[in-house]
């Protein structure tokens, strides 16, 4: 009976894996991951498999990844795997808010955000404040997006706290920053989206993470660009640009010459432009990017409007519209057929013109695109008045103008936001410098007073030795000598709070490691507790980011997988310090935020790390990362 139960459980697990086989063409990656997921016991291995083909399938398979997050879940309740039901609820809410389920996705990030707070996980509450920060931003609403992303920078760098509180340190704040850059950038609050920027860029630098050192660079051309400095945003552009070369990383080295071509049609150099966009077109191509393809054709249609080549425009702009239509992209189909129209008014066909600058009208007033809308007025009514039209030319000549007042009073008052917001930044900076100078006059006060304190013990010492005969004396001296470094040390305690409450927290980190220690021990020591031993010591080890927590993590890591590191030394020797770490991590079937954070790179980059590491391991396409490293 118990047999025939377990087949049945096994054809109720594999059966919508069969079918699902039967409709979708999933790589030999994929269909692994899933294989082994499916033949793990129920436990949080199992559910960290769910996860991942949550990951994997996000973008690529929406409702698919679906699926996989809700067995996540399930099996989380199932379990009693408080860690998982929070990640499976994050899960629904990226889902949610993909497919533009604004309810569903608040509702679950809440609930996300509730379950890692209740565990303490400070991991878990910084994914899903960034989650809520990029969110907000999508929807437009700035100020809370902005305040999540301050939430995440303000424990990272209360570190000492966080560690006693949430148990781990974590140090991803440049993405943080860049994140800021973004939202400010959108805000047009350029100045601002320029310092968080070069933040994350020095931040990055520090931690000689290169290829997100090219991400903060692109970023800042962009701006660059946007504050009319166009020297200084090719300068930047073509940095990136090098670094995305060098890794044949092709999907940002298009975004890169993209920009970079942006910028040479901004300095009025449409030839050099045509070259960038003619790779960017290329690029996109090659690795099937839709809505850079489209960007593309549009901006080649641009330069070669600028370059006299008409019908290679007018071709151009046909096809980024295709692509845009295809894709949804309102905004730039209404771009494009603004592109169209003008190069439809210098062959002379203005009626068929009118008509695609009707067009975008009625699409730039929908989605409130006032620089599309702009240019469309501006267009009709030169058209309008060519055909005689001269009633509805003034009309059009209104509108122009009456759009053209709100753009300029928006940018003014962005200005003004601006201005405000850097006031208030560098107010708050000024207010740390001042706490930060009064912190070292308390150092220096204290250093002063442990140099008197010793000064005086001595002097009492001598005089003990010099003259006994006074004893009663030197007995009362040595009662005022007292009662003044009372007075002191009482001075001393109430100006330094902020310094004790620093030794306070190191004190509180070391007694959390020490019972997370012990914890451990008794995990090790129960039958059938690899699972919570596991997940126990990465809560120890995984979380602490210098070298000699890492140092301890390896020594955890070869008691459990002995002889890991010298099999991949022996086999594959050019394997670097990094690349050794991933695959240990890779090993312990560890998600891709997970990585992520110990790591200190994006999940991007976790991407492309795994890119380059089964290029060193000479893997085709048709072997499994995840196989070899699971048979080592």
């Known amino acids: 009976m118990k047999i025939i139960v377990n087949v049945m459980i096994c054809f109720i697990v594999l059966f919508p894996f069969i079918s699902i086989s039967q409709n979708y063409k999933y790589t030999k990656a994929i269909d692994s991951l899933i294989e082994t997921t499916n033949q793990r016991p129920d436990d949080s291995l199992k559910v960290a498999g769910y996860g991942k083909l949550f990951e994997k399938l996000m973008f690529r398979d929406p409702e698919m990844s679906y699926y996989f997050a809700k067995k996540e879940y399930t099996l989380s309740k199932k379990i009693g795997y408080k860690s998982g039901i929070a990640l499976g609820q994050l899960h629904f809410a990226d889902f949610f808010k993909d497919m533009g389920k604004v309810d569903s996705a608040r509702y679950y990030y809440s609930q996300s955000l509730q379950g890692f707070t209740s565990l303490n996980s400070a991991i878990g509450i910084l994914f899903v404040n960034h989650s809520l920060a990029s969110f907000e931003k999508d929807l437009g609403n700035y100020e809370k997006a902005i305040g999540f992303a301050n939430k995440n920078i303000d424990i990272y760098k209360n570190r000492d706290t966080v560690f006693s509180q949430h148990g781990g340190t974590f140090n991803l704040i440049g993405a943080e920053y860049e994140l800021l850059g973004e939202i400010h950038q959108e805000m047009g609050n350029y100045r601002i989206a320029l310092k ?123 096809k980024g519209h295709d692509i845009h239509k295809e894709l949804g992209y309102k905004k730039a189909i209404s771009m494009d057929l603004n592109g169209l129209a003008k190069a439809q008014i210098k062959e002379g066909n203005l009626k068929v013109a009118l008509d695609n600058l009707s067009r975008s009208i009625t ?19 030169g058209i309008n008045k060519s055909l005689g039209n001269l009633k509805d030319a003034l009309v059009d000549h209104e509108m122009f103008k009456a759009v053209n007042d709100t753009i300029f009073n928006t940018a003014k008052s962005q200005q003004i936001s601006e201005l405000r917001t850097i006031y208030e930044t560098e107010k708050k900076e000024q207010q740390i ?118 140092e301890n993590f390896s020594r955890y890591f070869e008691e459990v997988h002995k002889d890991f590191n ?33 790591l200190n790179i994006s999940a991007e980059g976790i991407k492309k790390a795994r890119y380059r590491l089964r290029k060193k391991l000479n893997l085709t396409t048709e072997d499994s990362l995840q196989d070899l490293i699971l048979s080592l």
């Open 196 to 318: 968080e920027t070069l933040n994350a860029l020095k931040f990055f630098e520090e931690k000689k993470d290169t290829l997100r050192q090219a991400d903060a660079l692109m970023q800042i051309g962009v701006l660059e660009r946007n504050l009319e400095n166009y020297q200084s945003a090719l300068t930047h552009s073509k940095k990136a640009y090098v670094i995305y070369e060098k890794y044949d990383d092709k999907q940002y080295k298009c975004y890169a010459a993209n920009d970079i071509g942006d910028t040479y049609l901004k300095l009025g150099k449409p030839e050099e432009a045509i070259k960038y966009f003619e790779v960017t077109l290329t690029l996109s191509q090659e690795i099937a990017n839709r809505e850079i393809e489209g960007f593309s054709l549009a901006n080649l249609g641009k330069a070669s409007l600028a370059i006299g080549k008409t019908n290679r425009a007018i071709d151009y702009f046909i």
């Open 363 to 381: 699409i730039a007033k929908e989605i409130g695109a006032k620089d599309n809308l702009s240019e469309a007025y501006s267009l009709r009514y």
């Open 433 to 550: 410098a001042l706490q930060e100078n009064e912190i070292v006059l308390l150092e220096e006060k204290q250093r002063a007073a442990i140099l008197q304190n010793t000064l005086l013990i001595v002097g009492i010492i001598a005089l003990i030795s010099l003259f006994g005969l006074l004893y009663y004396g030197i007995r009362q001296k040595m009662k005022r000598n007292k009662v003044l470094k009372e007075k002191i040390a009482a001075e001393l305690e109430f100006k330094k709070k902020e310094l004790t409450i620093h030794a306070f927290n190191l004190a509180r980190k070391n007694e959390t490691l020490e019972n997370l220690k012990l914890k451990a021990q008794e995990l090790k020591e129960k039958e059938n507790s690899d699972a919570g031993y596991n997940q126990l010591i990465r809560s120890i080890n995984f979380d602490l980011q210098d070298d000699n927590n890492w």
């Open 566 to 598: 010298k099999n991949i030394k022996t086999k594959y020797p050019e394997v670097s310090s990094n690349e050794l770490r991933l695959l240990a991590l890779l090993k312990m079937n560890l998600s891709s935020k997970e990585i992520a954070s110990i």
